[in-house]
């Protein structure tokens, strides 16, 4: 299967996805098949994301596009890679008890997921980074595009677990559902506030038109605090 029909294939077949997924023999093709789409994709996104410098014309731009691409995926596989471990244990204690490989072939599965919803919305990203010069309404439009692919990611990984958990006899409270709820409460909660802060940790990923190239900043204030200053100057009319 390429890489295109798998592609076709998360987005049409999620429960079979999770089915293959949790087969001992089948985990390991799916899940690198999944890592695959996710590195693609997001790379893609990343390339578009950073290039308001390359085309405005300056010619650090394509230093901007290149580390933007190069972030991306860093910064959804380091966010990944912190959270696991606390999405392991409460899928253990709570949840459905999934075995290790299953975990991650299904979070994989999920930020593949977000990466296809990113690649779709980069031709509108592309769009109005060619017929705009606000840098502050580009951040803003790639916050909003990032939390609808986010927002997707985590209902595709919610509808997986769900899809993994046999339904419990008549009459008998069905824990294993409920636990996946609150796993899912717990990850989006931590997987949204360490994604935010290491995106900030990771910054410049579009960098303002003019900008002299660094592949990091310093460290100063936080996500939260940006957001809002970059909303005020919008409603001020900046």
């Known amino acids: 299967m390429t890489s295109f029909s798998y592609i076709d294939h998360l987005l049409r077949n999620r429960a079979q996805v999770a089915t293959d997924i949790n087969t001992e023999q089948r985990v390991k093709q799916n899940t690198l098949a999944c890592l695959i789409v996710f590195l693609s994709l997001s790379t893609l996104y990343g390339l578009i994301m950073g290039s308001q410098n390359l085309i405005r014309g300056y010619s650090s731009g394509w230093l901007f596009s290149l580390a933007a691409a190069v972030k991306l995926p860093m ?19 709570i949840g459905p008890s999934l075995r290790f490989s299953v975990v991650v072939g299904t979070l994989l599965a999920s930020i593949a997921v977000t990466s296809v919803v990113l690649g779709a919305c980069a031709p509108i990203v592309a769009f109005f980074m060619l017929s705009t010069k606000s840098y502050l309404f580009i951040t803003l439009l790639n916050v909003l595009v990032f939390t609808l692919a986010g927002g997707y990611g985590v209902y595709f990984l919610g509808k997986s677990l769900h899809d993994l958990v046999p339904p419990a006899p008549e009459g008998v409270p069905d824990v294993a559902r409920r636990g996946v709820s609150t796993i899912l409460n717990w990850w989006l909660i931590t997987f949204g506030i360490v994604g935010t802060q290491m995106g900030w940790i990771l910054r410049p990923f579009i960098g303002n038109p003019g900008s002299q190239f660094s592949f990091l900043r310093s ?12 909303i005020g100057h919008l409603l001020a009319g900046h």
């Open 75 to 93: 910064l959804f596989l380091l966010t990944l890679l912190i959270c696991l471990p606390l999405f392991y244990v409460l899928n253990v204690l």
């Open 219 to 230: 460290f100063e204030s936080n996500f939260y605090v940006e957001l809002f200053k970059i």
